[in-house]
């Protein structure tokens, strides 16, 4: 089942379609679909796919060369066609065979010119976006676009599990993120329970060991970056914290954080800027890759547990209630989307701008946003079996005064609903919005 991606589809439908040899790149981190769409794009075409490995000079070319001969017969056909020529994990070629790329180059010149798309994909997003323009200079200047495919949004989730609830499909963006790979893991027909254990807390579970795996194949140095990973977790996302924590130096951790924003599996938190600058906390850091949330906040610090309680017994005493603190950050990410996609549609009253969090020092607003004209719209996130209520409302308006002012709107979103006083209000209220689970 071909889910979205329909922007980079018609990217590379309007490359194929160009009368030039163009060179596209294809990139994102493994399991995010790359092979998925470039089958959907490869459909009713001529599709030469080479698959590459860690070789030396010598056999690599012994296996290339097969490829360029496919081609040579290719062009050689009265069809009067156009292929597409796919090298896979393309970075790999260059471990073996240094000239590669210098080689690869005049290969092309040899073409025809309007016959043969080239398109290069890569699991290696930090040598695609670190080291390639060093490794692969020959490339630079001859690439004709770079597409970096990335998770699912919730929109995409939505038509990935057409029979789920919207409150089911927030709990598998919260646990798994929106990687198709994994995705493709979860069974919809079970309850979030019986999916956790069996994914991760049963002997031999397929995502049991994933992480480390997923961070082994990215990254050097696995003991500071479970270090790192283990204490953002806990959910004190200052650089202090990490500092005092870790008893890393403020430039190592610097370093880890980066390489780890690099793979978009963290990032630096930016707060929503009010006019006083001096409420928001600054140097926050989190975690942005759900699995891996999931994971270091649940699992990894109980781990020496696992091998000794049943699974049942490992869920109920770890997760089972610590599961509504990430079910909440979950669902703000899905709120922030709704409220993107709302704006962008001019389903708001006035035009905003990307919809953030503020880090305030004296209390959290999960949505914020400035409008053109300088209007304040803020938002409120409830993940709790009990409606919204007047006293949450009221809770957010003493955050709002963070701000320096007054909100101009509010957007407010509730899990269980809202009490019918706090319904009544917003009724009454032109810029006050109730959005239920129903209306996402």
């Given at each position: 089942m071909f889910i979205g991606r329909e922007k980079e589809l018609k990217q590379l439908e309007s490359c194929f379609k160009k009368n030039e040899n163009d060179i596209m790149i294809l990139y994102g981190r493994e399991g995010v679909g790359k092979t998925t769409l470039v089958k959907e794009f490869a459909k009713g075409k001529v599709v030469i796919y080479?698959?590459?490995?860690?070789?030396?000079?010598?056999?690599?070319?012994?296996?290339?060369?097969?490829?360029?001969?496919?081609i040579a017969q290719f062009l050689l056909s009265p069809a009067n066609e156009k292929c597409c020529f796919v090298i896979d994990e393309f970075d790999l070629m260059q471990k073996g065979y240094k000239d590669f790329f210098k080689d690869f180059m005049s290969y092309l010149q040899t073409l025809p010119i309007g016959q043969v798309m080239i398109l290069l994909v890569s699991s290696s997003v930090q040598w695609i976006e670190n080291k390639m323009a060093e490794e692969a200079p020959e490339l630079i200047g001859e690439i004709s676009a770079l597409i970096k495919l990335r998770e699912?949004?919730?929109?995409?989730?939505?038509?990935?599990?057409?029979?789920?609830?919207?409150?089911?499909?927030?709990?598998?963006?919260?646990?798994?993120?929106?990687?198709?790979?994994?995705?493709?893991?979860?069974?919809?027909?079970?309850?979030?329970?019986?999916?956790?254990?069996?994914?991760?807390?049963?002997?031999?579970a397929l995502l049991r060991k994933e992480p480390s795996r997923f961070?082994?194949?990215?990254?050097?140095?696995?003991?500071?970056?479970?270090?790192?990973?283990?204490?953002?977790?806990?959910?004190?996302?200052?650089?202090?914290?990490?500092?005092?924590?870790?008893?890393?130096?403020?430039?190592?951790?610097?370093?880890?954080?980066?390489?780890?924003?690099?793979?978009?599996?963290?990032?630096?938190?930016?707060?929503?800027?009010?006019?006083?600058?001096?409420a928001v906390q600054k140097g926050l850091y989190g975690i942005t890759d759900s699995l891996l949330e999931f994971y270091f906040k649940l699992i990894y610090p109980n781990i020496s547990d696992l091998g000794v309680l049943s699974p049942d017994d490992f869920y109920a005493k770890y997760i089972k209630d610590e599961l509504v603190t990430l079910m909440e950050k979950s669902y703000i990410r899905v709120c922030r989307e709704f409220m993107d996609l709302m704006s962008r549609y001019d389903r708001l009253p006035e035009k905003f701008g990307a919809f953030t969090s503020m880090y305030g020092k004296t209390g959290f607003i999960p949505l914020v946003s400035r409008s053109e004209n300088g209007k304040i719209l803020i938002g409120d996130c409830k993940w709790s079996a009990k409606p919204m209520s007047m006293k949450d409302f009221e809770g957010l308006l003493d955050r709002t005064n963070q701000l320096g002012h007054e909100a101009d709107y509010y957007y407010l979103f509730s899990r269980a609903g809202f009490t019918p006083e706090l319904a009544a209000m917003a009724t009454n209220m032109d810029n006050i919005n109730c959005v239920s689970l129903e209306d996402l």
């Amino acid at each position: 089942m071909f889910i979205g991606r329909e922007k980079e589809l018609k990217q590379l439908e309007s490359c194929f379609k160009k009368n030039e040899n163009d060179i596209m790149i294809l990139y994102g981190r493994e399991g995010v679909g790359k092979t998925t769409l470039v089958k959907e794009f490869a459909k009713g075409k001529v599709v030469i796919y080479y698959q590459a490995r860690e070789l030396s000079e010598k056999e690599q070319c012994r296996y290339f060369d097969k490829k360029k001969e496919e081609i040579a017969q290719f062009l050689l056909s009265p069809a009067n066609e156009k292929c597409c020529f796919v090298i896979d994990e393309f970075d790999l070629m260059q471990k073996g065979y240094k000239d590669f790329f210098k080689d690869f180059m005049s290969y092309l010149q040899t073409l025809p010119i309007g016959q043969v798309m080239i398109l290069l994909v890569s699991s290696s997003v930090q040598w695609i976006e670190n080291k390639m323009a060093e490794e692969a200079p020959e490339l630079i200047g001859e690439i004709s676009a770079l597409i970096k495919l990335r998770e699912f949004t919730f929109m995409e989730m939505v038509d990935r599990f057409p029979n789920s609830s919207t409150e089911e499909i927030i709990t598998v963006y919260g646990i798994l993120g929106g990687v198709p790979e994994y995705l493709d893991l979860w069974n919809p027909k079970e309850s979030a329970k019986k999916n956790i254990i069996r994914l991760f807390l049963s002997n031999h579970a397929l995502l049991r060991k994933e992480p480390s795996r997923f961070l082994k194949t990215v990254l050097r140095e696995l003991p500071y970056y479970n270090t790192i990973l283990s204490v953002l977790a806990e959910d004190e996302p200052k650089l202090n914290y990490l500092y005092n924590r870790t008893g890393f130096s403020r430039a190592k951790i610097s370093v880890y954080i980066k390489n780890l924003i690099q793979l978009d599996v963290a990032s630096k938190i930016f707060s929503f800027e009010p006019d006083k600058k001096d409420a928001v906390q600054k140097g926050l850091y989190g975690i942005t890759d759900s699995l891996l949330e999931f994971y270091f906040k649940l699992i990894y610090p109980n781990i020496s547990d696992l091998g000794v309680l049943s699974p049942d017994d490992f869920y109920a005493k770890y997760i089972k209630d610590e599961l509504v603190t990430l079910m909440e950050k979950s669902y703000i990410r899905v709120c922030r989307e709704f409220m993107d996609l709302m704006s962008r549609y001019d389903r708001l009253p006035e035009k905003f701008g990307a919809f953030t969090s503020m880090y305030g020092k004296t209390g959290f607003i999960p949505l914020v946003s400035r409008s053109e004209n300088g209007k304040i719209l803020i938002g409120d996130c409830k993940w709790s079996a009990k409606p919204m209520s007047m006293k949450d409302f009221e809770g957010l308006l003493d955050r709002t005064n963070q701000l320096g002012h007054e909100a101009d709107y509010y957007y407010l979103f509730s899990r269980a609903g809202f009490t019918p006083e706090l319904a009544a209000m917003a009724t009454n209220m032109d810029n006050i919005n109730c959005v239920s689970l129903e209306d996402l």
